[in-house]
């Protein structure tokens, strides 16, 4: 089954948005390293409902989209130390990582 994010301002989720700054020739080795986390370990952490990945077309930037059903799931993940593997690999990778989490305020549809 495929899961994509919903983004709603009535669903109380958390809403992790990782900005990772990493040099062109290494985006697609990070992209590859972050959806095998993803589906090795993430997705099936509690509280996980869905990841999404983002290529900046300069090649610079690789920003994850994720959603998660509390804060505390989030925090949790954070302290898993199956998953702390591949955040460390992808710290590695990128020359900087910038994960905040965030609620949806505002939605538009065309």
Request: net charge negative; aromatic share 6%.
């Amino acid at each position: 089954m495929t899961v994509t994010a919903n983004i709603d301002t009535t669903r109380p989720v958390a809403t992790l948005i990782n900005v990772f700054t990493v040099s062109p020739d290494r985006q697609a080795e990070l992209i590859a390293l972050l959806a095998r986390a993803t589906e090795e370990t993430m997705k099936h952490r509690p509280g996980f409902i869905c990841a999404n990945f983002h290529a900046s077309q300069d090649g610079e930037r690789v920003v994850n989209y994720a959603q998660w059903e509390s804060e505390e799931h989030y925090r949790a993940m954070l302290a898993d130390p199956e998953a702390r593997v591949h955040m460390d690999q992808a710290a590695a990778i990128a020359s900087d990582v910038q994960p905040r989490l965030f609620r949806v305020e505002s939605t538009h549809g065309g």
